[in-house]
């Protein structure tokens, strides 16, 4: 428990890295009205018990259409806020549930075989078109000018780091790791689609490895969206430590579940 923990801090700081951010008795909200359209930035985060749901929802309505975004949180006291999910439908809420894996590293390296076609390096301002042409292609993500305004904006981040990798020169996979005190968190791994179910991402994830030990981190995370992406993190040591339960509501638009099938 103490380690989910952790992870739900590190996700508050990965947040406010790209979003602004106000505080309430029951949580955070956060929100972008640059990027409208970025779900990540654009959440309430509400972990303490509701007291009183109907005013709490209203608030949560009023904070988001004043500044003319779609209302969303994520409920993550599931079992103590019930009597506020069962009156989410009452003020226009749609909402779906999740059971999300944590997965954090063990310490270990693979055994990966030496494979000399492969270069890791930085992303830096000389290739940061080709990271940026191998994130826009992965509909995962969201719309093309979304991740590159997104991206644009983390990338000259001091908290991120960007990593890319080439396989005989060509550009393929990219990945980041944002940095908060000793913690650590790996997000964006992407690969072309033609050059999927060749390894790569082991290689690439065990880079950012090596690189969390050289800056003295004691955890690095990571959160799988489905169970086959976990099973490839959990090839590369990235083991599960417990699942946080949590509720996504919102008044208009895709729901996540839908995003991820539509992709």
């Known amino acids: 428990m103490q380690k989910i923990e952790h992870i739900m801090q590190l996700d508050i700081n990965y947040i406010k890295s790209f979003s602004e951010m106000e505080t309430c008795h029951e949580g955070v909200l956060f929100y972008n009205k640059e990027m409208p359209t970025y779900y990540d930035a654009n959440h309430a985060h509400i972990w303490k018990k509701i007291t009183d749901p109907d005013m709490f ?3 949560i309505k009023n904070f988001y259409q004043s500044k003319s975004l779609i209302p969303r949180l994520y409920l993550y006291n599931v079992e103590e806020n019930q009597s506020c999910i069962e009156v989410l439908e009452n003020h226009g809420f749609q909402y779906e549930s999740f ?12 055994q990966l075989p030496h494979n000399p076609a492969i270069q890791i390096e930085r ?14 292609s992965i509909s995962t993500f969201g719309e093309p000018a979304l991740i590159k305004k997104a991206f644009e904006e983390t990338y000259h981040s001091q908290y991120f780091t960007y990593y890319l990798l080439r396989l005989d020169g060509t550009a393929c996979c990219t990945a980041n790791i944002f940095v908060s005190g000793n913690q650590g968190r790996v997000e ?5 689609e033609s050059h999927r179910g060749r390894g790569l991402i082991g290689y690439i994830l065990q880079h950012i490895q090596q690189e969390s030990i050289k800056q003295g981190l004691e955890y690095l995370w990571i959160l799988p969206i489905n169970e ?3 099973k490839v993190y959990d090839k590369a ?14 008044t208009e638009g895709k729901s996540i579940k839908q995003i991820r099938q539509d992709s």
């Open 188 to 192: 964006s791994v992407a690969t072309l």
């Open 228 to 230: 086959q992406v976990a």
């Open 57 to 59: 929802l209203k608030k």
């Open 123 to 136: 992303v830096t301002n000389a290739n940061m078109e080709e990271a940026l042409a191998v994130e826009m």
């Open 237 to 250: 040591n990235f083991k599960s430590v417990g699942k946080v339960e949590s509720i996504h509501a919102f």
């Open 99 to 110: 059971n999300d894996d944590v997965q954090c590293w063990n310490g270990e390296y693979l």
